[in-house]
């Protein structure tokens, strides 16, 4: 994806990329790191967690984008010491230089044998690494309607642009490949609250549930796979 990005301040301090030819932008404007944490962190990985004491967990994230909930779920990882095999799709990663420009490092403070956000977006695409003995990460760079598994996941952050941008991954279609790559108990988790995209779930068979959503979004949407 080619288009002009430009960073853009959101109201908690932290920065996104918007391309202004899609009207859309990586993250809400009402806060990149809020909404972040708020949405698949809080409502998605701690609450799998709960549910799940003690065991490893498997995440896919649709829409890698700045990388920032990847990040976030490695240093959860370390401070909780739960392990957690990540795989990370998206078919038009950033370059370093636009990575750099949203200064992700001045968020957080790092201690000594952690990642900066700077060096984790530098770690290699294609290639499975164990960051941590708690964290092992996958990045690969591909579209998800390409995207194959021999391995069922218990998390799923849904994580694409929005429908206005990409219609055709929220449709029914999509929905049912989140389904099949579920485990029993699995949980989809997304910023989207269309009726649409609930509708399609609750078809391919997921129970959802419409949850309040972060600062300047009245709902999103979380699926568990029965």
Known sequence: ??????????????????????????HSLHGA??????????????????????????????????????????????????????????????????????????LFEISKNQLSHKDFSKLLWEKSLAILPEFNLLKKKILFEHFKSTIL????????????????LWGTEWMRKSFNLLRSGGVWVSFCAKGSVRRSLQEVGFEVERLEGPPGKREMLRAIKP
Not at 5 to 22: C, E, F, M, P
Not at 81 to 88: H, L
Request: hydrophobic share 35%; charged share 25%.
């Open 153 to 168: 996941f218990d998390l799923i952050f849904f994580d694409a642009f929005g429908a206005h941008v990409q219609p055709d």
């Open 33 to 106: 790191l809020t909404e972040s944490e708020f949405i698949y962190l809080n409502h998605g990985l701690h609450f799998w967690q709960e549910n799940n004491q003690g065991k490893r967990c498997r995440i896919l994230e649709i829409g890698y984008g700045t990388g920032l909930i990847s990040y976030l779920s490695y240093l959860e990882a370390q401070k909780s010491q739960t392990g957690m095999d990540y795989t990370a799709i998206e078919p038009y990663p950033l370059t370093s230089e636009e990575s750099e420009l949203l200064n992700y490092d001045n």
């Open 1 to 26: 994806m080619n288009h002009e990005k430009k960073i853009v301040l959101t109201k908690d301090g932290s920065y996104t990329l918007r391309i202004d030819a899609l009207k859309e932008s990586y």
